[in-house]
């Protein structure tokens, strides 16, 4: 078993920032992956960012440049850092993880209770 902990989500203005975190504890042997998902009322779940073991980094257009994904691996646990916040993030945010030779976002992936992002204009 493997759970995943999320916090940091909140209200905030547009042009604000935050910072999420996801700690994962339990069965973990190895991860691989780790990344962030988003879903905006009425809408798909969508990618948001990963981040490899040896830190390489990867984004959704529509956050590149705003958003910051990090990695701590020594306490299995992710971060998204969040600047020039727009109403258009608003979506509960949901973290990630897929143990070595399993995809991102897969059925043998890991997901956070998900924490909400609202930014109002």
């Known amino acids: 078993q493997v759970q995943l902990v999320e916090s940091g989500g909140g209200l905030v203005q547009a042009g604000g920032s935050l910072k999420l975190s996801c700690a994962a504890s339990?069965?973990?042997?190895?991860?691989?992956?780790m990344g962030w998902y988003r879903q905006a009322p009425g809408k798909q779940r969508e990618f948001v960012a990963r981040?490899?073991?040896?830190?390489?980094?990867y984004y959704a257009g529509s956050v590149k440049g705003r958003f910051t994904i990090s990695r701590d691996n020594a306490k299995n646990t992710v971060f998204l850092q969040m600047n020039s916040l727009k109403p258009e993030d608003t979506a509960v945010y949901y973290c990630?993880?897929?143990?070595?030779?399993?995809?991102?976002?897969?059925?043998?992936?890991?997901w956070g209770q998900g924490t909400q992002v609202t930014v109002s204009s």
């Open positions: 981040i490899t073991s040896s830190f390489n980094t």
């Open positions: 339990g069965s973990i042997f190895s991860i691989a992956l």
């Open positions: 990630n993880i897929a143990p070595r030779g399993y995809g991102l976002g897969s059925s043998d992936s890991y």
